[in-house]
């Protein structure tokens, strides 16, 4: 009886340190008492997140622990209370969270696109594809090597969309699942020499140091890319009501010079676009 009650101890334990590595902080901006818990993907890998959060917590008691988490999963912690907000693109998820009561304050930020890149050889000629669907059909027809994320995040909910629309159901050796998060995954496929939808944000960061990758497609509206906040119910989390303050910041006249100017020093380009911008798209 008693190596039983140590056994599940020891394994209550190991699942308890599981899942505080899975909402560990990848990174933690100023140093404030208060901490406002935020779970995102790539405007946390490309440095958006810090400037936003160091401007709105400057002079504050707070500090920002950022969870990286795609849209998916991020939606979950926020779902389970684990997280006071999140920062995510999947846009009929958040409608449904909203509906069901457990996330407020919706709120467009800004948006970026998706890609479809490849070799320059492009095997499936997908230059050629008169919309994302097509361009999508070709690869499935060509068997040709294609790289899914497959992790639930707001990128493979929208491949999954374009496979919808294009009404195939994607299977065999040509179809990669990486099970990570985009800049890992957009590296892999340049090594390995595949096709990878991307977002525009991570591709303008990273294009330097890829070497067999190019845009073959991209315009199509269906793959514009949304970006909204949302946050816990009014006292569901310590940190809700610096959530709900850093919200209304990003959506502010300050908070979108930062969205719409950043990357331009480093990159030429911004990164993003503003929720002006995002509002033609947004649906």
């Known amino acids: ?40 993907g790539s405007p946390g890998e490309l440095g958006l997140l810090r400037v936003l959060a160091e401007a709105y917590l ?11 988490a795609g849209s998916g999963q ?24 909203v509906e069901d009561g457990w996330a407020i ?14 070799p320059a050889s492009d095997p499936a000629k997908v230059k050629q594809a008169s919309g994302i669907a097509d361009a999508y059909t070709r690869i499935a027809t060509a068997q040709a090597l294609f790289f899914s994320r ?6 493979h909910k929208k491949e999954l969309d374009v496979w919808k629309k294009a009404g195939i159901q994607p299977s065999g050796s040509w179809y990669v699942v990486t099970k990570d998060f985009m800049m890992a995954t957009l590296r892999r496929a340049d090594k390995e020499g595949g096709y990878f939808m991307t977002d525009s944000s991570t591709w303008v960061a990273a294009r330097k140091e890829l070497n067999n ?13 949304t970006y909204h906040t949302l946050a816990q119910p009014a006292g569901v989390t310590t940190g809700q009501d ?31 676009n503003d929720a002006a911008y995002a509002a033609k798209y947004d649906h």
């Open 74 to 97: 991020s939606l979950k912690y926020l779902k389970e209370k684990k997280v006071d907000m999140i920062m995510v693109h999947a846009p009929a998820a958040e409608k449904k969270a």
């Open 213 to 225: 990758l190019t845009v073959l497609f991209s315009g199509d509206p269906f793959i514009v890319n």
């Open 1 to 40: 009886m008693k190596r039983i009650v140590g056994l599940l101890l020891l394994l209550s334990t190991f699942s308890l340190s599981a899942i505080a590595l899975a909402q560990q902080c990848e990174e933690t901006y100023a140093t404030g008492g208060r901490e406002l818990r935020l779970a995102t």
């Open 105 to 118: 304050e919706r709120t467009l930020i800004g948006s970026n696109e998706f890609f479809l890149v490849g």
């Open 150 to 155: 497959g992790d639930n995040s707001g990128t």
């Open 58 to 68: 400057d002079g504050t008691d707070g500090r920002m622990c950022w969870v990286k």
């Open 242 to 272: 610096l959530a709900v303050g850093f919200i209304r910041f990003v959506g502010s006249e300050k908070g979108q010079d930062i969205i719409r100017g950043y990357g331009m020093a480093e990159h030429g380009e911004a990164l993003y």
